[in-house]
């Protein structure tokens, strides 16, 4: 019997060190101070594939356009408008508007040849889809046709909910 009330005694004790040095441990875990700062991930800029559908320099856009397309109506109308100084105009293609849309950029009315526009770029941010626009036009010392142009292009990619943004970048190429 001495022996039981010995052992009890023993194991009584160490359930209570091992208690003690639990809340001891767990104290000074919970205590240390840590000198890390936490910075916010953002993400980086993603290059947005696109698809060129049309681009041609007699399209019936006399003025300057910036334009998201979402849905066929209004392609098949911008479609039309592009090939409408044709007398063969292709059909315009059935376009899944659930998952994709449409931007068109046109210059508008020039009045010689020797202008050209199209997308550089799109660049997809945290809030925006930036569309980077490349307008070229002839410099002063350049031979062009003396014919009117209406440059543009059409492009296909994925839909997004976020603000497109249209910038363009202008310049002029020196024929000498």
């Known amino acids: 019997m001495q022996w ?14 091992m208690r003690v040095f639990l809340i001891i441990l767990v104290t000074v875990l919970f205590s240390c101070k840590s000198t890390q700062t936490v910075t916010p991930i953002t993400s980086e800029p993603q290059i947005i594939p696109f698809v060129e559908l049309s681009a041609g320099l007699n399209g019936d856009f006399s003025e300057k356009i910036n334009k998201i397309i ?3 109506n209004e392609y098949n109308a911008a479609w039309t408008a592009a090939f409408s100084r044709f007398s063969d105009q292709p059909k315009p293609a059935q376009i899944d ?4 849309m449409i931007l ?21 941010n945290e809030k925006t889809i930036v569309v980077t626009i490349l307008e070229t036009s002839p410099g002063k ?9 209406y440059p ?3 492009v296909e990619l994925k839909s997004s909910t976020k603000e497109v943004v ?4 202008e310049k002029s190429f020196d024929c000498k």
């Open 70 to 72: 979402t849905n066929q």
């Open 141 to 149: 010392s350049c031979t062009t046709t003396s014919m009117m142009t």
């Open 166 to 169: 249209f910038k363009t970048i």
């Open 4 to 17: 039981k009330k010995r052992y009890k005694n023993s194991y009584g004790s160490d359930v209570k060190t």
């Open 97 to 100: 508007f659930k998952n994709n």
């Open 104 to 124: 068109l950029v046109a210059m508008g009315e020039k009045n010689s040849g020797g202008y050209s526009i199209k997308i550089d770029s799109i660049v997809e």
């Open 152 to 154: 543009y292009q059409m």
